[in-house]
Nanobody, 123 residues
Framework: QVQLVESGGGLVQPGESLRLSCVAS????????MGWYRQAPGKERELVAH???????NYGDSVKGRFTISRDNGKNALYLQMNNLKPEDTAVYYC?????????????????WGEGTLVTVSS
């Protein structure tokens, strides 16, 4: 059983910062790519930032220069530092990870999602 648990969301004013965290737990053999996605009311889920196991990153156009994704492989953790937040960043933020489990005789990899953490940017 694998769980992804996000934390760090909340209500902030425009221009302020937040740091989101996501920790994976379970019988994990390794974690490949990880990412943060968000979904605003009435909109589709979109990629915010993505990071490979080797640390290569890419970002959605709307957050480039403001958000920074990072990971700690030893802690099975993913982070998102969000600076200069704007009202349009308001959304539920989801952690995603491609996680490989050992099934006794073979490796089994699949994508897992956290339940999300709400970020609200409002004055």
């Amino acid at each position: 059983q694998v769980q992804l648990v996000e934390s760090g969301g909340g209500l902030v004013q425009p221009g302020e910062s937040l740091r989101l965290s996501c920790v994976a737990s379970g019988s994990i053999l390794r974690i490949n790519d990880m990412g943060w996605y968000r979904q605003a009311p009435g909109k589709e889920r979109e990629l915010v930032a993505h990071i490979t196991s080797g640390g290569t990153t890419n970002y959605g156009d709307s957050v480039k220069g403001r958000f920074t994704i990072s990971r700690d492989n030893g802690k099975n953790a993913l982070y998102l530092q969000m600076n200069n937040l704007k009202p349009e960043d308001t959304a539920v933020y989801y952690c995603n990870a491609n996680i490989v489990l050992w099934r006794g005789s073979y490796e089994d990899g699949m994508d897992y999602w956290g339940e999300g953490t709400l970020v609200t940017v409002s004055s």
